[in-house]
C-alpha cells in the first residue's frame, strides 16, 4: 500500500550555495571563456629583458660566439704548452744534472780506487825497506862491539877514539889496526855522562876474536880479584 507524501512549502523554492570569506567559486561559462582569453593574452607577451634565444641568433652571432671560444681554447692550450714546454726544460736541466753527477761519482770511485792502489803499492815498498833496514842492522852487529864504563876525555874525537880502540886491543892481546876500523864513536846519553863507544869492524873475524879474548881477560882479573877497566858489550 502506497503512501503520498504532502511537499513542504520551501521545497519549491531553489537552494543557493553559501560562501563565506572567500571569492565565489561558481561561475559562469563566460566568466571562464574571460579568463583562458586573458591568459592567453598574458602569456604571448615577452619580456624585453629576456636573452634572444638560439632560434633568434643570427648565423653572424654564431660566428662570434663561435670566434670567442676558439680564442678562449687557443688561450688556454698556450698556457699548457708553455707549462709543458717549462717542465720539459726543467726535465732537461735535471737529466743533464743528473749525468753530469754520475760523472763525478766515476771519478771519484776511479780515483779512490787508484789511491787504493797506491797505498797498497806504497805499504809493500815499506814493508821491503824495513826488511832491508833490519838485515842492514843485523849485518852491521855481526862486525859491531860496544864498551862501557870509558870516561870521555876533554878533547876527544875520531882519532883519540881509534887510539883507544887500538890500546884496547892490546889490553886484550888482539892487536888492531886502523884499516881493521871502519867507524868508531861514542853514543850520547841523557842520564849518563859517559856514554858507550860503538866500534864498527871491518870483518866480523875480527869482532869475534876481541870478543872472546875480551871474556878470558875480563875473567882473568876476576881471578885476581881485580875490577876491569871496562866492560865489553856485545850487540845482538
Known amino acids: 500500500m502506497s503512501v503520498a507524501r504532502t511537499p513542504t512549502k520551501n521545497s519549491s523554492k531553489s537552494i543557493s550555495p553559501t560562501h ?15 579568463n583562458i582569453d586573458v591568459n592567453i593574452k598574458k602569456r604571448s607577451k615577452r619580456r624585453l629583458n629576456n636573452p634572444p634565444s638560439t632560434s633568434d641568433l643570427t648565423l653572424a652571432d654564431l660566428m662570434v660566439r663561435l670566434d670567442e671560444m676558439n680564442k678562449l681554447q687557443d688561450a688556454k692550450f698556450a698556457s699548457l704548452e708553455s707549462s ?6 726543467q726535465n732537461d736541466e735535471i737529466k743533464d744534472t743528473v749525468i753530469h753527477l754520475s760523472a763525478k761519482y766515476d771519478d ?5 780506487k787508484k789511491l787504493q792502489q797506491e797505498n797498497d803499492f806504497f805499504k809493500n815498498r815499506i814493508k821491503t825497506l824495513e826488511g832491508k833496514l833490519e838485515q842492514l842492522e843485523k849485518n852491521a852487529r ?6 862501557r864504563n870509558v870516561p870521555m876525555s876533554e878533547s876527544e874525537d875520531k882519532e883519540n877514539l ?3 880502540t887500538k890500546k884496547f886491543g892490546t889490553v886484550i892481546n888482539v892487536p888492531i ?3 881493521e876500523i871502519r867507524d868508531v864513536f861514542r853514543m850520547k846519553l841523557k842520564n849518563k855522562p859517559n856514554g858507550p863507544i860503538i866500534v864498527d869492524f871491518t870483518s866480523s873475524v875480527k869482532r ?3 870478543i872472546v879474548l875480551s871474556k878470558s881477560t875480563n ?3 876476576e881471578r885476581h880479584e881485580l875490577e876491569p877497566p871496562f866492560d865489553l858489550i856485545i850487540w845482538f
Request: overall charge negative; aromatic content about 6%; proline content about 0%.
Open 219 to 221: 875473567l882473568e882479573l
Open 84 to 89: 709543458m714546454n717549462a717542465l720539459s726544460k
Open 20 to 34: 563565506y570569506g572567500s571569492d565565489s567559486a561558481i561561475y559562469t561559462l563566460e566568466s571562464h571563456e574571460h
Open 142 to 147: 855481526t862486525t859491531t862491539v860496544e864498551i
Open 208 to 210: 869475534e876474536k876481541v
Open 108 to 112: 771519484v770511485l776511479n780515483n779512490l
Open 177 to 179: 889496526q886502523d884499516s
Open 162 to 164: 881509534i887510539e883507544f
